[in-house]
T-cell receptor, first 112, second 117 residues
Framework: DAKTTQPPSMDCAEGRAANLPCNHSTISGNEYVYWYRQIHSQGPQYIIHGLKNNETNEMASLIITEDRKSSTLILPHATLRDTAVYYCIVRVVSGNFNKFYFGSGTKLNVKP | DAGVTQSPTHLIKTRGQQVTLRCSPKSGHDTVSWYQQALGQGPQFIFQYYEEEERQRGNFPDRFSGHQFPNYSSELNVNALLLGDSALYLC????????????????FGPGTRLTVL
């Protein structure tokens, strides 16, 4: 069922940009890409989402390739509190309802 | 404003038993989705409820069933528990999207940790 693939882990130095890649080569034209993160087995928290244009909010930037087969989440200045598992998700719409397909996640380790 | 709440926090059951998990959605939300997250894995979609009916279902057996109440809260029931049902069960609430392009963030609760012995 997985529609996304992510590297299992990445390291990043504190204060540097963290770039987390995701492949979603089977994504359809109306399916959004979402990113959530999960800290210490708490509930996942929303970060950002996009369809085909690059997006930016106060937390992160999302870069989606022109063919939409992959994307990159960018945390511009990683802090120790950004250490978490980051999930790349494809949102599949059926009528008025949405189903989220989570990948296996990338464990981001931010180091001092 | 309380977010999504779930109870209990932890639960220990034995094989063959039945369990009920509960979820109260975020204020203003009318749709509840349930996910199973095995250790070290991403959450897997179980099913989704809206207007007290199951609207979508993932690849889970009939042992997994649910219910939604008029106040939008929801229950997840699992019968004939197996060792493999041990997981973190997450509830997420949202509002019906209305159209394909609408923003539809799902707010997740803290989860219920189920251990089957």
């Amino acid at each position: 069922d997985a529609k996304t693939t992510q590297p299992p882990s990445m390291d990043c130095a504190e204060g540097r940009a963290a770039n987390l890649p995701c492949n979603h080569s089977t994504i359809s034209g109306n399916e959004y890409v979402y990113w959530y993160r999960q800290i210490h087995s708490q509930g996942p928290q929303y970060i950002i989402h996009g369809l085909k244009n690059n997006e930016t909010n106060e937390m992160a930037s999302l870069i989606i390739t022109e063919d939409r087969k992959s994307s990159t989440l960018i945390l511009p200045h990683a802090t120790l509190r950004d250490t978490a598992v980051y999930y790349c998700i494809v949102r599949v719409v059926s009528g008025n309802f949405n189903k989220f397909y989570f990948g296996s996640g990338t464990k981001l380790n931010v180091k001092p | 404003d309380a977010g999504v709440t779930q109870s209990p926090t932890h639960l220990i059951k034995t094989r063959g038993q039945q369990v009920t998990l509960r979820c109260s959605p975020k204020s203003g939300h009318d749709t509840v989705s349930w996910y199973q997250q095995a250790l070290g894995q991403g959450p897997q979609f179980i099913f989704q409820y809206y207007e007290e009916e199951e609207r979508q279902r993932g690849n889970f057996p009939d042992r997994f069933s649910g219910h939604q109440f008029p106040n939008y809260s929801s229950e997840l029931n699992v019968n004939a528990l197996l060792l493999g049902d041990s997981a973190l069960y997450l509830c997420a609430s949202s509002s019906v999207g209305g159209w394909e392009g609408s923003y539809n963030e799902q707010f997740f609760g803290p989860g219920t940790r189920l251990t089957v012995l």
